[in-house]
């Protein structure tokens, strides 16, 4: 099951692609609504139903190849699946392709941002989500989906923007105090507002990591996620931010994570995939032949 229903070997074989959809599995440590496990190849399948022209760019990017790995499927432990994740994702880099990782709980990005980090020593990552996620453990495992930036920021100190963050626990804002290296963009400060997105883009250093936690989104167009929160970012808001960072930035890897599955719901699979396959034609927007603009 190809990403985009793409089924022509010159554009979706591993060794012609440029760009690999990896499928991970896992919901190890989730604390409230279940579904997350399901919802990476529930993606994959959604994206079939795509138009695989994109508008705003006016381009076909999956003509630079996309590629869906096998689904990475849970481990015995957290400390096995974050192991065997980062050890794949060296692997992965290795071959020089960008790589778009798809939750799964939110855990499952430490082990990946830490491999490109080691690729990409002046990297920073650009986080869309509801929650700060700072918690230093939570049930038990530091390798929780509540403390992926306090793996981030505290263990790695790898410069930090938090998009859309609009819960926060008394532990999490205390460790804001201790100088984490972070600048947070709350919600309620920019949500139906653009005049934000040039601040947040220019806090960001030249290589950026994109993680995208579905449920930084309103739960209004995205109710499926582990931890809905109200007040979220809309759609447009969310591609303006990620467009803009394409134009200025390098994004050198990416993931959405934290959709959960329900069955016979299928549009915010669709809204995930549609979400994914813009990201990539901003990203690689400058590779892209245009379709009704070509000379």
């Given at each position: 099951m190809n990403f985009g229903g793409?089924?022509?070997d010159e554009y979706s074989s591993f060794d012609a692609s440029k760009i690999l959809i990896w499928p991970v599995s896992y919901e190890g440590t989730v604390s409230y609504g279940s579904g997350t496990g399901a919802g990476a190849m529930a993606i994959v399948d959604a994206s079939?139903?795509?138009?695989?022209?994109e508008e705003e760019t006016d381009s076909e990017v999956y003509k630079l190849g996309?590629?869906?790995?096998?689904?990475?499927?849970?481990?015995?432990?957290?400390e096995a699946m974050m192991q065997d994740l980062y050890e794949r994702t060296k692997e992965l880099?290795?071959?020089?392709k960008f790589i778009c990782m798809l939750g799964g709980e939110h855990s499952v990005s430490a082990p990946i941002i830490k491999a490109h980090y080691e690729k990409y020593p002046n990297l920073s990552v650009l986080q869309i989500d509801a929650h700060a996620d700072l918690r230093d453990?939570?049930?038990?495992?530091?390798h929780s989906h509540a403390s992926i930036m306090a793996r981030v920021l505290r263990d790695l100190r790898i410069p930090s923007v938090q998009v859309g963050i609009r819960s926060i626990s008394g532990e999490e804002a205390r460790a804001l105090k201790e100088g984490l290296p972070t600048k947070i963009f709350w919600a309620r400060d920019i949500v139906g507002r653009t005049d934000w997105i040039e601040?947040?883009?220019d806090s960001l250093s030249e290589e950026v990591y994109l993680t995208i936690d579905i449920d930084g989104l309103d739960p209004s167009i995205v109710p499926t996620t582990g931890t809905p929160e109200p007040g979220g970012l809309g759609w447009y808001e969310t591609l303006a931010l990620i467009r803009r960072i394409a134009e200025k930035k390098?994004?050198?890897?990416?993931?959405l994570v934290e959709y959960s599955y329900f069955e016979n719901y299928d549009?915010?699979?669709?809204?995930c995939s549609k979400l994914v396959y813009k990201t990539l034609a901003y990203i690689f927007h400058r590779q892209l032949p245009k379709v009704m603009t070509a000379a």
């Open positions: 793409i089924d022509e079939r139903n795509m138009e695989l022209y996309i590629h869906t790995l096998e689904e990475f499927k849970p481990r015995a432990t957290p880099l290795e071959s020089g453990t939570y049930d038990g495992t530091p601040d947040a883009v390098t994004i050198v890897g990416m993931d549009s915010p699979a669709f809204l």
